[in-house]
C-alpha cells in the first residue's frame, strides 16, 4: 500500500474487507500525567494516513484507535474505550485490559529495579 504521507507507520494495521474498515492502531506508554496528550498525538499523528487511505480505498471507513496506558497502569477506563471495536465481547475487553495493565505494570517495575539496582542509568 503506497501512500505519498511519510514517516507515518502504525504499530498494527487491521483490514476487515466485509465491512469495509481499516483500522491503525498505535500503542503508548507515556508517564502517568502525559496519558490525554500522548493520545490525542496518537490520533493527530495519523490524520494524514487515514485521508490518503480514503483516497486509495474508495468506500472504506479508516479509524486511528490509540491504545495508550499510563506507565503505572493508569488509564484502563479510556483504554477500554477506545479499543471496545477491536473485542466481541465485554469479558474479552476486560481480560485482554487487565492483561495490558499487567505486563505495562510488571515492565515499569522491572525497568525501575534495574536503575534502583544500577544496572541501567
Known amino acids: 500500500m503506497r501512500t505519498s504521507c511519510t514517516a507515518r507507520r502504525p504499530d498494527l494495521t487491521l483490514e476487515d474487507s466485509r465491512k469495509k474498515e481499516i483500522m491503525l492502531i498505535d500503542m503508548a506508554c507515556p508517564y502517568e500525567s502525559n496519558k490525554d496528550g500522548k493520545r490525542e498525538e496518537k490520533i493527530r499523528k495519523y490524520?494524514?494516513?487515514?485521508?490518503?487511505?480514503?483516497?486509495?480505498?474508495?468506500?472504506y471507513k479508516?479509524?486511528?484507535?490509540?491504545?495508550?496506558i499510563g506507565c503505572l497502569g493508569g488509564g484502563i477506563k479510556r483504554l477500554k474505550d477506545d479499543i471496545r471495536e477491536l473485542f466481541n465481547n465485554e469479558k474479552d475487553l476486560h481480560w485482554i485490559s487487565r492483561e495490558m495493565q499487567k505486563t505495562v505494570s510488571w515492565e515499569s517495575e522491572t525497568i525501575m529495579r534495574k536503575i534502583l539496582s544500577g544496572l541501567l542509568t
Do not use: F, T
Open 62 to 68: 479508516v479509524k486511528v484507535i490509540p491504545a495508550v
Open 47 to 59: 490524520q494524514q494516513l487515514c485521508y490518503e487511505l480514503r483516497k486509495i480505498r474508495d468506500g
